[in-house]
């Protein structure tokens, strides 16, 4: 079973703060996400890499950097956090062998910004 | 508009009850996938379904994907399958894009 962890799982901070999210997968899956979820509108993709230095763009960024700086670790950061980033955030890895792609995701990490 | 649409929005159910939910899609697809979120929040991965019928223990996933639509059927539904069912749609090659669930509610 792969295993994705998020840190930290929950997190405050005030609006203009910077937060930096982190994911650390440990299957050497090439694929990497970070996706937010908020009622009404379900999980929607951030940022996205398919390896160490790559970075593609999902349907949701602005206002959120990401960096892949290796392998197995990936990182969300908000550099000024505003309360419209209140959400719960998930990490998630795939293999993405063939048409078949088995998400595997983190526990999630809850961020408030006041 | 939302690409991936699901229906109920949300259930409630008698123990032993069963269950169908329902997802559409409004482009077309390669294939799609099920999700089940439990109560507390995490995340698994139920059927990679491209087209057919699949079946794990209760649940069963049918995907017509000409038609764009997949279903989610539970049969004899206990306390424990309450949470929230996702599906989510891969296309061309991007990441996959999901619907905004079915909240199933089980009670004794």
């Known amino acids: 079973e792969a295993a994705v962890t998020q840190s930290p799982r929950n997190k405050v901070t005030v609006t203009g703060g910077n937060v930096t999210l982190s994911c650390r997968q440990t299957?050497?899956?090439?694929?990497m996400y970070w996706y937010r979820q908020d009622t009404g509108h379900g999980l929607r993709l951030i940022h996205y890499s398919y390896g160490a230095g790559n970075l593609q763009i999902g349907d949701v960024p602005d206002g959120y950097k990401a960096t892949r700086t290796t392998q197995e670790d990936f990182f969300l950061l908000l550099e000024l956090a505003s309360p419209s980033q209140t959400s719960l955030y998930f990490c998630?890895?795939?293999?993405?062998?063939?048409?078949?792609?088995?998400?595997?995701f983190g526990s999630g990490t809850r961020l408030t910004v006041l | 508009g939302q690409q991936v649409q699901q229906s109920p929005a949300s259930l409630v159910l008698q123990e032993g009850e069963n269950a169908e939910l329902q997802c559409n899609f409004s482009?077309?697809?390669?294939?799609m996938q099920w999700f089940y979120q439990r109560p507390e929040g995490s995340l698994v991965s139920l059927f990679y379904n491209p087209s057919g019928t699949k079946q794990s223990g209760r649940l069963t996933s049918t995907t017509v994907i000409k038609e764009r639509r997949s279903s989610l059927h539970i049969s004899s539904s206990q306390i424990t399958d309450s949470g929230t069912y996702l599906c989510a749609m891969e296309q061309g090659g991007r990441a996959l894009i999901f619907g905004t669930g079915t909240t199933v509610s089980v009670s004794p």
């Open positions: 299957n050497s899956h090439n694929y």
């Open positions: 998630a890895s795939s293999a993405r062998t063939g048409r078949a792609e088995t998400l595997y």
């Open positions: 482009t077309s697809l390669n294939s």
